[in-house]
């Protein structure tokens, strides 16, 4: 599967995954995943970003308001155009085009940082993407991203929970198994079987690679680890959000953090 297959599959996803998340569906990005990766961010204002695969361009309007002058893209057309609607309703300053992470349409050196908010992980050559992502930082500029973690979410995951309903542990498997495209289908875990009967299922091509291929990819894209977040919500989130308590027993989500460096390193 390449890049041009994958941008299909989100494309027919596009319509939907907006109107969901902006009606508050997407309950793990809101009340956690989005929250936490803001928060390990470094200050940004005043300086120019990109977000790598925006969708319809919530996360990378968070950025802007923190002061970023933004350009994002994204492999689909649909998701660029329902951001540019937004942004044209209630403009702030952001450069949305239809791009690909792994062939970035902006030249060496042109931003402060890069993000990528659960989007590296849906790419086929995820390797090329990072190497895409060094290119266009300025010397000393960082790339942060969120992916499903490596570990707790491998091709096969499974929450066990009490007849309660309480979260008890969770189930992997297939850790080792490269997996490249495979089609998982799925819907917002919020939204009620009343409304899934309405609407078709999101089909998400799977790209899994363990967490040392991970490190392995980031150092040959001449990156250099500085932090990792695996976040976890608090006793009161998964008290007032309980579809999140599972991420009280085993991360759902990896946050990383890489720099370039100022001068080369051999």
């Not at 470094?42 to 919530?58: A, S």
């Not at 540019?84 to 949305?96: T, V």
């Not at 990383?256 to 460096?261: G, L, M, N, T």
Request: charge should be negative.
């Amino acid at each position: 599967m390449d890049s041009l297959d994958v941008a299909r599959y989100w494309e027919e996803n596009a319509d939907t995954w907006t109107r969901h998340a902006r009606a508050g569906y997407d309950i793990y990005r809101d009340a956690l995943n989005t929250p936490a990766f803001l928060a390990m961010l470094p200050p940004v204002n005043g300086f120019g970003g990109l977000d790598v695969g925006c969708g319809e361009g919530t996360n990378t309007r968070k950025l802007a308001r923190l002061g970023a002058k933004m350009c994002a893209v994204d492999v689909a057309p649909t998701f660029i155009r329902h951001a540019r609607e937004l942004e044209e309703a209630d403009p702030h300053g952001i450069d949305f085009r239809v791009g690909d992470g792994a062939a970035l349409p902006f030249p060496d050196g042109s931003f402060d940082f890069v993000t990528a908010f659960m989007s590296l992980m849906d790419m086929p050559d995820q390797a090329q993407a990072l190497r895409e992502a060094h290119r266009v930082l300025r010397p000393g500029g960082f790339l942060q991203f969120s992916i499903l973690h490596p570990c707790f979410v491998p091709p096969h995951r499974k929450v066990l929970r009490d007849g309660a309903g309480t979260v008890l542990a969770v189930e992997v498997g297939g850790y080792f198994d490269a997996i490249d495209g495979r089609i998982d289908t799925w819907w917002f875990s919020t939204l009620s079987a009343e409304e899934r009967e309405q609407v078709a299922p999101f089909r998400v091509p799977r790209f899994h690679r363990t967490l040392s291929d991970w490190v392995e990819m980031i150092c040959r894209a001449g990156l250099i680890i500085q932090q990792f977040g695996e976040p976890c919500a608090s006793e009161e989130v998964a008290q007032a959000v309980p579809t999140v308590a599972d991420t009280r027993v085993a991360g759902l989500f990896l946050h990383v953090r890489v720099v370039k460096p100022k001068t080369l390193v051999l």
